[in-house]
């Protein structure tokens, strides 16, 4: 399972052929031979998870049997370099804590991928939440009140904002936020500095930058890109046949 941090890649499978961006997570099945190739400028950036399981493992069994690809958010790639971490930090206990992590990484794959394949939303999503979301991309590097969002969504803001609580569990500037940073990641991971990534998503300052980016990753924006060179190599666990 491969995950797309920076760049774009093309990979071919036998007759399946994707072209990945960041964002895009792809499967490969094992012992399934594969090709891949960076596609554009900006070197590829990923994390990579080596997953050998058990014969007829009923836990994995509900995953793709066949390459797929799919989009993730947020929460995926920050779940993912969780377990990386764990893995390669090696402390006591970590072991199984990583494994954990693993199953859940891989539950939340079943569900991604399940969900393209039968054209269905994932629970929780709605219309609403969806259109607020994309409202909320199409403007990330601009500075986006919140009676603007309630606006876009024909609310008051203090409907807009006990709604979209209610159905994503944080409150709409967070996810803004969260939004903002997942392309900070990007950037940063694309050798940008901290004072042109600040420019670029429109903060009026790097200090201020620097300051939203370790309240959600944190980190500071430099180590974060220090650490995530050291995390994107391929790591492997096993899942056991439980």
């Known amino acids: 399972?491969?995950?797309?941090?920076?760049?774009?890649?093309?990979?071919?499978?036998?007759?399946?052929?994707?072209?990945?961006?960041?964002?895009?997570?792809?499967?490969?099945?094992?012992?399934?031979?594969?090709d891949e190739t960076n596609t554009g400028a900006t070197p590829w950036e990923y994390v990579v998870l080596l997953a050998h399981t058990a014969a007829h493992a009923p836990l994995v069994a509900g995953l793709p049997t066949a390459p797929s690809i799919f989009r993730a958010d947020f929460d995926f790639f920050d779940h993912f370099i969780q377990l990386l971490a764990r893995m390669n930090r090696r402390a006591v206990g970590d072991d199984l804590v990583a494994l954990g992590l693993a199953l859940e990484l891989l539950g939340k794959c079943q569900r991604l991928a399940d969900a393209k394949r039968t054209g269905r939303k994932l629970d929780g999503d709605s219309a609403f939440v969806t259109r607020a979301a994309a409202f909320m991309r199409e403007h990330l590097c601009d500075p986006v009140p919140l009676a603007e969002l309630a606006h876009h969504c024909h609310m008051s803001p203090s409907t807009f904002s006990h709604r979209f609580k209610a159905e994503t569990g944080q409150t709409p500037?967070?996810?803004?936020?969260?939004?903002?940073?997942q392309v900070a990641r990007r950037l940063l991971l694309?050798?940008?500095?901290?004072s042109e990534t600040a420019t670029e998503l429109g903060f009026a300052n790097a200090f201020h930058f620097s300051?939203?980016?370790?309240?959600?990753?944190?980190?500071?924006?430099?180590?974060?890109?220090r650490l995530s060179r050291i995390m994107g190599t391929a790591s492997t666990i096993k899942i056991p046949r439980v």
């Open 1 to 34: 399972m491969m995950g797309t941090l920076a760049g774009t890649g093309r990979v071919v499978c036998g007759s399946s052929r994707f072209n990945v961006e960041p964002g895009d997570v792809y499967m490969i099945p094992e012992r399934i031979p594969f």
């Open 173 to 181: 500037m967070l996810l803004l936020a969260r939004e903002r940073m």
């Open 190 to 194: 694309e050798g940008r500095t901290t």
């Open 211 to 225: 300051r939203v980016f370790r309240k959600i990753e944190g980190v500071p924006p430099s180590r974060f890109q």
